[in-house]
C-alpha cells in the first residue's frame, strides 16, 4: 500500500507576482525551493491563506535569492501580491517507507525570509 505523505511546504510564504499572460506555474525562488526539496516542474498545490483559495500547479524556478513567489497563468486569478500563501509538496511512500519519514517546513516572513525550518508540526491541543 502507499500513502501520500507531506514532503515539503513553505509556510506563509508571500506572493511577490501575479502574472496572468505568463506561461502557467508558480515561479519560486532557486534558493528557497532548494531548501525545501521542491523541484521544477514538481507538482504542487498552493493554499491561499487570504482567500481560502486552494489549487495545483507546478513549480518553476525564479532567480536564487530574489525572494520572488509568482502565481501565473491562470492561477493568477486565484491570488494577489501581498497574499500569504503554503505552498506544499506531496511524495506517495510506500508503507514500509513511513517510519523515520520527516517532511521538510520552511517557515518564511512577509518579505520570503526564512524564520526556521523545521521537520515537525506540535500537537494541536484542545
Known sequence: MQLTMLKCKLHRACVTHSELDYEGSCAIDRALMDLAGILPYEQIQIYNIANGERFTT????????????????????????????????YAALDADEISGFKPALVYMNEHNQVTHTGDTIATQAA
Not at 66 to 83: E, F, L, T
Open 58 to 89: 507546478y513549480a518553476i524556478e525564479a532567480e536564487a535569492g530574489s525572494r520572488i513567489i509568482s502565481i501565473n497563468g491562470a492561477a493568477a486569478h486565484k491570488a494577489s501580491p501581498g497574499d500569504r500563501i503554503i505552498i506544499c509538496s
